[in-house]
């Protein structure tokens, strides 16, 4: 059975930190590996990784994925109070665009 | 683009009673995504439509559960009869043709008593 799991479930940590979570995936057929942001509403996209060891980066959020290892990370730097929210990890298992999530790391920053 | 449309935004209703959800997906994106969110089980994937044909439905819990879309631009989920575990937030989510980058609506948070 596909599967993605994330951990750690949940983390606190202080402003300014620096976090790194975590995404391994079971999956046939793998095509890609998504990360998404979900605040109060609707999750937000954040990137997509299809190739081992290109790190892809948007500001203080980077994230890179290891196909040999079948997992990815999302490292977040500086932290911020804003950054606090749960974040998704998704992955593709076929052409068919089914998306199988994880149950997310719940993310809180103090201030 | 307005994005993703989803009415209602709140629905609360009693066990055994017919539940619609609407979604409105972007214009010109050829999938429609229903999920369902819940503490316990997170983010599941309910069933997709490519070009307004259902691909996978193998998400949908039971025969109570129900999804249509009669046109590019309009899904409804339904839910028939509803029961208290039915409770959750449901998302429709839109994307392009090969592309896996989501859009997804606001959310209807369905509260069955």
């Known amino acids: 059975e596909d599967k993605v799991v994330q951990s750690p479930l949940s983390l606190v940590v202080h402003e300014g930190d620096t976090v790194t979570l975590n995404c391994s995936y079971e999956?046939?057929?793998?095509?890609?590996l998504l990360w998404y942001k979900q605040e109060k509403k609707a999750p937000t996209f954040l990137f997509m990784l299809?190739?081992?060891?290109i790190e892809k980066k948007s500001g203080r959020l980077s994230s890179i994925l290891d196909k040999k290892e079948l997992f990815s990370i999302l490292n977040i730097t500086a932290t911020q109070t804003g950054d606090s929210a749960v974040y998704l990890c998704?992955?593709?298992?076929?052409?068919?665009?089914?998306?199988?999530f994880g149950k997310g790391t719940r993310l809180h920053i103090l201030p | 683009d307005a994005g993703v449309i989803q009415s209602p935004r709140h629905e609360v209703t009693e066990m055994g009673q017919e539940v619609t959800l609407r979604c409105k997906p972007i214009?010109?994106?050829?999938?429609l995504f229903w999920y369902r969110q819940t503490m316990m089980r997170g983010l599941e994937l309910l069933i997709y439509?490519?070009?307004?044909?259902?691909?996978?439905d193998s998400g949908m819990p039971e025969d109570r559960f129900s999804a249509k879309m009669p046109n590019a631009s309009f899904s409804t989920l339904k839910i028939q009869p509803s029961e208290p575990r039915d409770s959750a937030v449901y998302f429709c989510?839109?994307?392009?043709?090969?592309?896996?980058?989501?859009?997804f609506g606001p959310g209807t948070r369905l509260t069955v008593l």
């Open positions: 998704a992955s593709s298992p076929n052409r068919d665009d089914k998306i199988i």
């Open positions: 999956v046939t057929n793998f095509r890609s």
């Open positions: 299809t190739s081992s060891g």
């Open positions: 214009s010109g994106h050829d999938y």
């Open positions: 439509f490519n070009n307004n044909v259902p691909i996978d």
């Open positions: 989510a839109s994307s392009l043709v090969d592309s896996h980058s989501q859009f």
